[in-house]
C-alpha cells in the first residue's frame, strides 16, 4: 500500500528540530559515502517568458520547466525522486515519491511545499550549527518573505539570537515581518533601512530572496567572523551574494555536484577565469561527518550556498512516513492489482 500525504496532513507531524535532526541525518551519510545524491535537473519548456507564473529565473526562451532531484540513503531505508513544475498556469506543483530500499515498494507520495519550507530552513541551521561563530548574536536578514519566517526560527534553534536586522525592497511588508516577527521570536527584529544597515555588527547573514543580483555590497560586511547563508538564487546565471564575499570566504556547498551545476555565485566566477573549484572546501556532507573541519580559531568569513537538495527531501520524507504510520494519518491507496498480459 502506498501512503498519500498532503500539505494540510503534513503540518504539525514533526516540529523544527525534527527537521533538523532529520536533515542532519541525511547529509551525514552522504558525507560517510554511504548514500548517494542525484543532483536537480532542470527541463525547460519553450515558450514566451511573458507567459511565465513564478518561474524563477527562466532560462532564455522558456517559459517554464520541469525539474527533479533525487537521493538514496541506505541508512535511513529510503530513496526517492522530488519532481515539480514552475512558470505554467497552474502554479508550482511539487511532490516527492519515496520508496522502501528493504522491499523496493513505493512508499508513499508527498506534497512538498510545506515540508520544503521547514527542512530549507533546517539545511541553513545545521551549517549555521557547524560554521558560525558560537558567540553569534546578531542576524541580518535579506528577504522578509515566507521563507524568511522559517529561517529565522531556524537559526534561533542553533545560537542564542539576541537581534534580527532585516532589509527587503518593499518598506510595509518589510516593516510588517518584523513586528510579527519580534512577537513570535521575543527577540528585537528590526527593519533597516539599507543593506549596509542590516549587516552592522552582523555575525550570521542568511539571504532568502528571489534577487537575481548581489543583494549587499561585500565591503560592508563586518571584517571578523561572521557566516553567510546564501538560500535563495541557485542557477548558473544569478547570485544573491558578489564576487568579494566569495573570494574572500571559506565555501561550502550544499552537495557537491549539484553546487558546481548550479550556484552562480561560484560559476560566474570561474567562467571569468577568476577561481577554480580548488577554492570550494567541500560540502555540507563532509562538514557533518567531520571529513573536512568546521570553523576554527583562524576562520573569518564562511559561506553556505544551498538551492536544495534530494537528500534534505528524501530524509525529511522517509521521518514523515514514520510519524505518519505512527499516528494513522494519511490516505493509503495501492497499485500493482491483478491483471493479466493480454489483449
Known sequence: MVLLLRNDEIRGLMTLSDYIDAVESGYREIGLRQGVSFPRENLWIAGDPEEARDGGHLLAGSKGSLKFKAALLPTIGSAGVQAYTAGLSGGLETYLFLFDLNTG????????LYYDWLKTAASAAIATKYLAPEDSRIVALFGTGRHAR????????????????AYSRRRNAREAFCRHMSQELGIEVIAMESPADALRDADIVTTITNSPEPVFAGQNLAEGPVHINAMGAHYPWV?????????????????WEQGLAEQGEILIPMQQGKMTEDAIDG?????????????????????YLSGGTGVED??????????????????????????EFEL
Open 239 to 255: 547570485r544573491e551574494i558578489d564576487e568579494h564575499v566569495v573570494m574572500n570566504s571559506r565555501i561550502i556547498v550544499d552537495e
Open 314 to 339: 528524501v530524509a525529511v520524507g522517509a521521518r514523515l512516513l514514520e510519524k505518519a504510520q505512527e499516528r494513522g494519518i494519511g490516505t493509503h491507496f495501492a497499485f500493482n492489482q491483478p491483471y
Open 283 to 303: 560540502d555540507l556532507g563532509a562538514v557533518v561527518a567531520g571529513r573536512i573541519s568546521a570553523r576554527d580559531a583562524g576562520t573569518g568569513w564562511t559561506l
Open 150 to 165: 522559517t529561517q529565522l526560527h531556524g537559526l534561533c534553534a542553533v545560537r542564542s539570537i539576541r537581534r534580527v536586522q
Open 105 to 112: 515498494a513505493l512508499a508513499a507520495i508527498m506534497e512538498v
